[in-house]
């Protein structure tokens, strides 16, 4: 019996043990400017000074958000008159240099644009991850401090995001707050199927034994029940008109993810499956062009006006 009690006990040692190191990777994301403009390089085809000479220079920000955190951002002025302003949001482990992708695929639009670097990535301020939960909270800061700067009222202000960003601006979405316009690209229908999804892929199957014990402590380290950062429950709260985007070729996350959410959203949405043949958010780098249409014809059907003439 004492033989039995001392393997058990190994057991859920190891199982802890485990557990947290596997918390520890997706509580601690791995995030510079230095490692985005390395894949600007190496996966885009392009530079990173490339790419801001085609901006203007940005006016610097920081904000505080709603618990205290420092987030580092940049107000890009594109036009002399805007009519909007697109936020962007960008995905896990980049900053806010992983959105200028998306630079060229708003280049119809006749709206500044906003770009800045997630809690815990880049040059904000160190802080745990939650899934989108509480970058929605900030997300809502970061607009909050565009509107008092620039004076846009709700209706002009849009939410681009990228994968995690793009959980992020749905969760936003589902606030009492009214933006303009929502466009995502590859987000994930929940913060577990985002993890597990990847987990299952780079560690095997057998890590779904560890689910509920990764999650347990994942709550406990970051304070928020990871079950409400679930996209998927918050499309039907969602008001504003979605342009949802993901490519059937993703390996990172299943597209299926966005076929689920897109059947909860409303009326005034519209989801794009693609068959391009990008994996992850390339499309928008290898299909720029047609990328583009779908944001400009998007545009035309929520407000023409935000469209340059």
């Not at 006016?59 to 420092?70: P, V």
């Not at 697109?86 to 119809?108: E, F, N, Q, R």
């Not at 499309?235 to 996350?253: C, F, G, K, R, Y």
Request: proline fraction near 3%; glycine fraction near 8%.
């Amino acid at each position: 019996m004492k033989i039995g009690l001392a393997l058990t006990i190994c057991l859920i040692i190891v199982y802890l043990v485990i557990s947290w190191f596997l918390s520890n990777l997706i509580l601690h994301p791995e995030s510079s400017l230095e490692l985005t403009k390395t894949e600007i390089e190496t996966e885009w085809g392009t530079t990173y000074e490339a790419l801001v000479q085609l901006l203007p220079t940005p006016t610097e920000f920081s904000i505080t958000t709603f618990d205290g955190l420092q987030l580092k951002g940049k107000y890009y002025a594109l036009n002399d008159t805007p009519k909007c302003v697109i936020i962007g949001a960008h995905g896990w482990t980049s900053t806010w240099a992983g959105m200028l992708k998306y630079v060229p695929a708003i280049a119809d639009c006749d709206c500044d644009l906003v770009l800045y670097d997630h809690r815990g990535h880049g040059n904000s301020d160190t802080a745990y991850p939650t899934g989108g939960f509480n970058e929605a909270k900030d997300l809502l800061s970061v607009t909050e401090w565009v509107q008092e700067q620039k004076e846009f009222t709700d209706k002009q202000v849009g939410w681009l995001g990228s994968s995690w960003g793009a959980a992020t601006a749905l969760l936003a979405g589902a606030d009492k707050k009214q933006v303009g316009f929502i466009i995502v690209d590859a987000p994930f229908q929940d913060w577990y199927a985002a993890i597990f999804e990847r987990v299952i892929k780079e560690y095997g199957s057998w890590t779904k034994i560890l689910a509920t014990g990764i999650m347990k402590i994942v709550n406990w380290r970051t304070g928020v029940d990871y079950k409400k950062a679930s996209p998927i429950l918050a499309a039907p709260h969602i008001e504003e008109p979605v342009l949802l985007i993901h490519s059937q070729m993703d390996n990172s996350t299943d597209s299926q993810q966005s076929v689920n959410i897109s059947k909860h959203l409303n009326k005034q949405s519209t989801f794009h499956h693609l068959t391009w043949g990008g994996d992850h958010t390339k499309d928008v780098i290898i299909n720029t062009e047609k990328f583009r249409g779908l944001i400009t014809e998007f545009l035309k059907e929520v407000d023409g006006d935000f469209l340059k003439k």
